[in-house]
């Protein structure tokens, strides 16, 4: 069994995104996380849901979201129509070395694919092919899709 | 809105729970994750699906996941066998502290759940019920609902 076969398809999203999508594709499609590619397709890092949140909400409340109770429904606009204009960039910390990308190769096996998820404590591993040296996602295989897969296999005593 | 109308059910796990039986849980529920509580009901710590393919790889692979395709089938068979009479509390760091823990009271506002998500940078966070001072949790809200109940108030310019 390799990458390829086990891979499923996700949503990507660019760092030209508009913020309000790539949180419309994660409410929709019950997602934790969405993959990130520059324009010529090749990935570029992972966009956690919470990193959105992280964007929305002032340091200060973060700190003490006690202080989230205070805020009322006009702040709470406030802070939303951040969301509007931004683009995935804006969220983005710095582009990650491409060693602390949850990614693997077309080819890697499940163990492989398990490794790179462990290392990087990642939800999520994105696999990618390698065309003429290019990089190019063609899906993404979740940390709840190895384990249906490894389970059937395990001993039954 | 209150993080008791936003929690869905969610399953809960025990230190004691049978990794097997955790793993399982993920797997059918695609779930990145499960909310673990002491046998009291009490909220204890979340389990990342990944603290599992942490417990399985050994720390070499994850260190240079290439080397997950040198093994072979029965190498395989042989770190699954490692689930097999393990349990949650096996695959457990240490017990956290309560405030490094994604956990709201069933009053907390949407922005407080946010706030606890975005510090955390969690994907979920556990709605606990306070009941003469003993915590229960009620459900939990993942961020892709949060996102979904934040954005039909977006404004739309």
């Given at each position: 069994m390799t990458a390829r076969k086990l891979a499923q398809p996700f949503p990507i999203v660019t760092p030209e995104t508009e913020t309000v999508e790539a949180a419309q594709l994660m409410a929709e499609r019950q997602l934790a996380g969405l993959i990130v590619c520059d324009k010529d397709g090749r990935p570029y890092t992972v966009l956690p849901g919470s990193e959105i949140l992280r964007f929305l909400i002032p340091a200060y409340v973060q700190d003490d979201?006690?202080?989230?109770?205070?805020?009322?429904e006009e702040a709470s606009d406030e802070l939303l129509r951040?969301?509007?204009?931004?683009?995935v960039r804006d969220l983005l910390p710095r582009p990650q070395d491409i060693d602390d990308l949850p990614i693997v190769g077309a080819d890697a096996t499940v163990l492989e694919v398990a490794a790179v998820m462990a290392s990087l404590r990642s939800p999520l591993v994105a696999v990618v092919d390698d065309l003429d040296g290019e990089h190019r996602v063609i899906g993404a295989i979740t940390v709840s899709r190895l384990l249906a897969y490894l389970l059937p296999t395990r001993p039954q005593n």
């Open positions: 979201p006690a202080l989230a109770r205070a805020l009322d951040k969301l509007v204009h931004a683009t």
